[in-house]
């Protein structure tokens, strides 16, 4: 692994413990570290843990390792084991709601959470699920909205606008109890603009514990994650894992020429290149040395910016997003983008600051929109 030589020890333990391929050069790399420095400090290391949501990666190889201290390992059980529960319930909530929607003749695709648990890493306890997320086709969305609604007992939530949500958002919001569930009509939003039907093609069918349901293809299930590392300012690290994890599972099976082309075609060619290139650099995953060696100006000061956020956490987040819109989005559209960013919808304006869909503040807002972009911490 190649990190940055300003970033701590304990920020390399928390990035090297993070992988779940560790070979034995990682962990001769890790006791190297732990050898050189007696400083380490575990709680440093556990409250990078939690906040990048990468605990139980953590556990899992520190045990292996018998590197921490009893009350931290403690701490790390407690976590994974926490998480664990979390995805049982999770991964039995989102099979009914495949179930229901098959039964109804409705196609869905499950997304990320309990899923990745499941079929990427096998282990209930390493990747925390917050909603339950699921693709649908725009055709079937309303379809779904009325099954979910008056058979499986959901709720939609209305502090936001649909009608706000259909033009400028790409899911609905729905509610049971304590369970959140984000029903997705396409996959990118705002920076890129790609047909929903893009997802669906080269989709598979498969078997998910006896219920039937589908599967991106693997080019695309890649390009979506991208994006949501994007959407996300690149945090947290588990959200780099999990797409780690996808290319670990996948890689013989992967058609990079094609990855490529998809990212050309939707001017995302070179956020792709950059992340693919963080990915090798930060967890060493299997990436075609083609792809690692296309140049890419101020890379090395453009990953510390996202070390710095992995590491210190996302103050200022729209700040940090325009800068990531100007160096990761292709010229051709980066005008019309930061326009947008500038004086967006209302709708969109709506949905960014949380108004009220009848509210006259938003004539407040469209005023300070550009100070907000600027200043606004969160």
């Known amino acids: 692994m190649i990190f940055n030589s300003n970033i701590r020890d304990e920020e390399k333990l928390v990035l090297s413990l993070s992988n779940p391929y560790l070979t034995e050069n990682h962990k001769n790399d890790i006791k190297s570290i732990l050898l050189n420095n007696s400083r380490i400090s575990p709680k440093k290391i556990y409250s990078l843990a939690l906040a990048n949501g990468v605990a139980g990666f953590i556990y899992k190889n520190s045990r292996a390792l018998n590197i921490f201290p009893d009350k931290i390992n403690l ?60 693709l649908v086709h725009p055709s079937k969305l309303s379809e779904s909205k009325r099954i979910l609604c008056n058979h499986g007992g959901f709720s939609q939530i209305h502090e936001i606008s649909e009608q706000d949500l259909l033009s400028n958002h790409y899911h609905l919001i729905f509610r049971k109890k304590n369970i959140s569930l984000e029903v997705h009509w396409n996959l990118v939003k705002r920076y890129f603009s790609i047909p929903a039907d893009f997802w669906w093609q080269e989709s598979k069918e498969f078997e998910w514990d006896r219920i039937n349901t589908f599967e991106l293809s693997i080019e695309r299930y890649i390009l979506y994650n991208i994006f949501r590392l994007f959407d996300h300012c690149f945090y947290p690290l588990r959200f780099f894992i999990l797409l780690g994890g996808i290319i670990h599972q996948n890689v013989d099976n992967i058609n990079w020429s094609k990855l490529i082309n998809f990212a050309a075609h939707y001017k995302m060619k070179k956020l792709v290149v950059f992340t693919l290139r963080l990915l090798k650099d930060m967890l060493n995953t299997n990436i075609p040395e083609n792809l690692i060696q296309e140049k890419f100006l101020g890379y090395n000061s453009f990953k510390a910016l996202v070390f710095s956020g992995i590491f210190s956490g996302i103050q200022r987040k729209h700040q940090r997003m325009m800068f990531y819109t100007l160096l990761l989005i292709e010229s051709k559209i980066l005008f019309n983008i930061l326009v947008r960013r500038i004086f967006p919808s209302r709708g969109e304006l709506r949905l960014r600051y949380n108004i009220p869909s009848k509210s006259n503040k938003i004539y407040l807002y469209y005023i300070l929109n550009p100070l907000l972009l600027l200043f606004k911490k969160t």
């Open 75 to 134: 701490n790390l059980r407690n976590v994974y084991r926490q998480t664990a529960f979390r995805n049982i319930l999770m991964f039995g909530k989102t099979l009914a709601v495949l179930k229901l929607l098959s039964d109804n003749k409705i196609s869905a695709i499950p997304l990320k959470g309990a899923t990745a648990s499941d079929l990427l890493f096998n282990d209930f306890g390493v990747y925390p699920s917050g909603d339950i997320d699921i």
